[in-house]
Antibody, heavy 122, light 110 residues
Framework: EMQLVESGGGLVQPGRSLRLSCAPS????????MHWVRQAPGKGLEWVSG????????GYADSVKGRFTISRDNAKNSLYLEMESLRVEDTALYYC???????????????WGQGTTVTVSS | QSALTQPASVSGSPGQSITISCTGA?????????VSWYQQHPDKAPKLLIY???KRPSGISSRFSGSKSGNTASLTISGLQAEDEADYFC??????????FGGGTKLTVL
């Protein structure tokens, strides 16, 4: 069974940084685009960032552009999200999701993790 | 980068059909056939129901179907069942490597 496990969440003060990781089990992410999607408490889904299978095409939501950096290490079979200059409004459950294709334009996220919680508060 | 527009709630009785709309703009839903739909039960991760406007992943019931007309995509659930009660989200490619979700629709099975 294909699964994704996120880690790295926690409580952090505004302005600080945090690095999220996503590790798959049961498959390799090498051929697939990957996404980060977040959900604030009681709110809807918000796409945060996506990366093509070969890291050649990357996208960010306007709300995080310039502060967050997505990356992947196919050799280590892992996905990352480096979050800097964190704001209170970044507080959310962060999901890692696998795309059906190698390209982020598809936005067909067929495997999701259970999420890792990021709380930004002083 | 505006969120796609979905009705906040819809409801239906068991056995009925319901349709959830997802309205975007010419730069997203209207331009690209990269619309997907997700089902989310409380405290659970989202689940892919439809991708590329009309395609169903393996294992998804044929009761779920997708369509698009102009800037509006739609998800239809036929033969409504109690377990269909959940939140539903649409998602579209918005160009320039950006994705956008709808605000979500809460489905109540009466």
């Amino acid at each position: 069974e294909m699964q994704l496990v996120e880690s790295g969440g926690g409580l952090v003060q505004p302005g600080r940084s945090l690095r999220l990781s996503c590790a798959p089990s049961g498959f390799t992410i090498e051929y697939f685009a990957m996404h980060w999607v977040r959900q604030a408490p009681g709110k809807g889904l918000e796409w945060v960032s996506g990366i093509n299978y070969n890291s050649n095409f990357i996208g960010y939501a306007d709300s995080v552009k310039g502060r967050f950096t997505i990356s992947r290490d196919n050799a280590k079979n892992s996905l990352y999200l480096e979050m800097e200059s964190l704001r209170v409004e970044d507080t959310a459950l962060y999901y890692c999701a696998k795309d059906r294709s190698g390209y982020i334009e598809d936005y067909a996220m067929d495997v999701w993790g259970q999420g890792t919680t990021v709380t930004v508060s002083s | 980068q505006s969120a796609l527009t979905q009705p906040a709630s819809v409801s239906g009785s068991p056995g009925q059909s319901i349709t959830i709309s997802c309205t975007g703009a010419s730069g997203d839903v209207g331009t690209y056939n990269f619309v997907s739909w997700y089902q989310q039960h409380p405290d659970k991760a989202p689940k892919l129901l439809i991708y590329d406007v009309t395609k169903r992943p393996s294992g998804i019931s044929s009761r779920f179907s997708g369509s698009k007309s102009g800037n509006t995509a739609s998800l239809t659930i036929s033969g409504l069942q109690a377990e269909d009660e959940a939140d539903y989200f649409c998602c579209s490619y918005g160009g320039y490597a950006i994705g956008v979700f709808g605000g979500g629709t809460k489905l109540t099975v009466l």
